[in-house]
């Protein structure tokens, strides 16, 4: 336990759907604000604080002092500009409407909520949360965390009329946040353990979460059973139950249509939603595939599965993951890749309990073709993990090279080395010359836009190549 830190509480005095006075602007407008370094007054979490968290949970009335806001170690004037701090941020809610299957929706509005705030930069969820105030909002008067508590209360209760009564804890202090870590551990686990207990063909419709749209236009999340939103922390249960407590809020449902593809994971009824939701960007969308037409991510994706090339295998990257992988890139250099809400074949944002699907990329091999993975999260999904892949996966520990990989898979006798092929080199037979004229070199800028004939309804047009030729052979066309 703690023994001594700063605690101050205040109550928000908000009730109802009024609006108060806050000394910074809230609006939806606000969403998608990026906040760069020199413009950071501080900021909470993110990659240099190892424990930080955010988390819902539902209470009985009798339980919560509503609208009581308490801050628990340094406020934000107390606090060095330009440093990084650890933050818990804990929103207990009643109501008599207010189910269990509420609090991970309700939690993920957290994300949603901050990011309404001019001048606060909220990203990702759950363990992966970072936080950014700006210099100017500091400046305007937002000094202190209890305007934050204040703001959350009052877009829940006017967002949420079940929530009857609503109280917010924010920690700051680092002994405290990550003693109460293993709570929120606990309290996420046994919603995904409710999650894995339905199958994709189980139900006729699945849902979507556009709540990051702000971010990236052109993404949607697709929530089923099987397969996890990529931030972790929006289930299919979750999912269904935002949309019958708010149906004109971010995640509605989509009926799945005709099975186009069971392996793949391709739906008719995801693809017509997708391609209306994404202004025609996307247009066909496969749920266990990062090779065909992958599902897009906005930014706030849990972790990457990554292509391998010359193993031929998939690694997994997760977000607190430090140094670089095995392919010699870091998390933050393939996210780039990952997100955006454009499809890159290869790269893939995923939450860390689509691991433990049966579903889990298995158009591509599944865990048969994971390769690479980080000691914390093999430790942490080692119960589903194959049993006889188990030890045949490799971690930092035992590679940090392509090289390494291959000797260590070709070691442990790796289902991918049966995909290795050495190439042969086959002889060109060689063609009777009529006429061969005398070596020249060429050097042939082609006209921009020269297009190549071709057959099968396919044209290959070319633009600015340029074509070095070392021998040129003429042939007489026999008739």
């Known amino acids: 336990m703690v023994d001594k830190c700063d605690v101050f509480s205040e109550k928000s005095g908000i009730t109802g759907l009024e609006r108060p006075e806050f000394p910074v602007d809230v609006g939806e407008m606000y969403e998608g604000e990026r906040i760069r370094k020199p413009d ?9 604080i190892n424990k930080k968290w955010e988390l819902v949970l539902t209470r009985p009335k009798d339980q919560l002092e509503d609208g009581k806001i308490t ?4 406020d934000l004037s107390e606090m060095t500009p330009g440093g990084s701090y650890p933050i818990g941020i804990l929103v207990e809610v009643a109501g008599d409407k207010v189910e269990k299957d509420l609090e991970g ?3 993920r ?9 001019d001048g606060v930069m909220h990203l990702n969820q759950r363990y992966d949360i970072w936080i950014r ?14 305007w934050i508590g204040k703001i959350l209360t009052w877009l829940y209760k006017s967002s949420f009329p079940v929530i009857e009564k609503i109280q917010i804890t924010i920690y700051t202090e680092k002994a405290k946040v990550e003693e109460l870590f293993p709570t929120a551990m606990d309290a996420w686990s046994k919603r995904d353990d409710r999650a894995r207990t339905l199958k994709d063909e189980d139900v006729n419709e699945f849902y979507a979460c556009v709540m990051c749209q702000s971010f990236a236009p052109t993404h949607m999340c697709v929530i089923t059973p099987n397969r996890i939103g990529s931030c972790g922390s929006i289930s299919w249960f979750d999912a269904r139950a935002a949309h019958n407590v708010d149906p004109n809020g971010p995640n509605f449902p989509i009926p799945k249509g005709e099975c186009l593809d069971s392996i793949k994971g391709i739906y008719e009824g995801i693809n017509k939603v997708a391609h209306e939701k994404s202004l025609g960007a996307i247009k066909s969308i496969s749920l266990y595939s990062m090779f065909d037409n992958p599902h ?6 849990e972790g990457i599965a990554f292509y391998i090339p010359e193993v031929d295998g998939i690694g997994i990257v997760h977000r607190d993951f430090k140094g670089q992988t095995v392919n010699g890139l870091t998390f933050s250099s393939m996210a780039g890749h990952t997100s955006g809400g454009t499809q890159n074949p290869g790269f893939n ?15 591509d091999g599944g865990w048969e073709r994971v390769v690479w993975v980080p000691s914390e999260i093999k430790e942490r999904v080692k119960d589903s993990i194959p049993k006889h892949i188990f030890d045949k996966v490799a971690t930092e520990v035992e590679c940090k090279t392509i090289g390494e990989l291959k000797e260590f898979l070709k070691s442990r006798e790796h289902p991918v080395v049966s995909r290795w092929k ?25 006209p921009t836009g020269i297009e190549i004939p071709t057959q099968g309804g396919i044209r290959i047009i070319l633009k600015n190549v340029k074509i070095t030729a070392e021998k040129v052979i003429v042939k007489r066309e026999k008739k």
Request: hydrophobic share 40%; charged share 25%.
């Open 40 to 48: 950071m007054y501080l900021e909470f979490g993110g990659m240099n």
């Open 71 to 74: 801050i628990i170690g340094p």
């Open 105 to 107: 929706v309700l939690e």
């Open 109 to 117: 509005r957290i994300h949603y909520f901050t990011n309404y705030i």
């Open 133 to 146: 105030i700006s210099k100017k909002a500091y400046q305007k008067g937002l000094n202190s965390l209890v």
């Open 296 to 301: 897009t991510s906005c930014g706030c994706f």
């Open 349 to 363: 944002g995923i939450a860390i309990e689509y691991l433990r699907s049966s579903k889990f990329l298995q158009s």
């Open 422 to 446: 050495v190439e042969e080199v086959k002889e060109v037979p060689k063609e009777e010359v009529r006429e061969e004229a005398p070596e020249v070199i060429l050097s042939t800028q082609l």
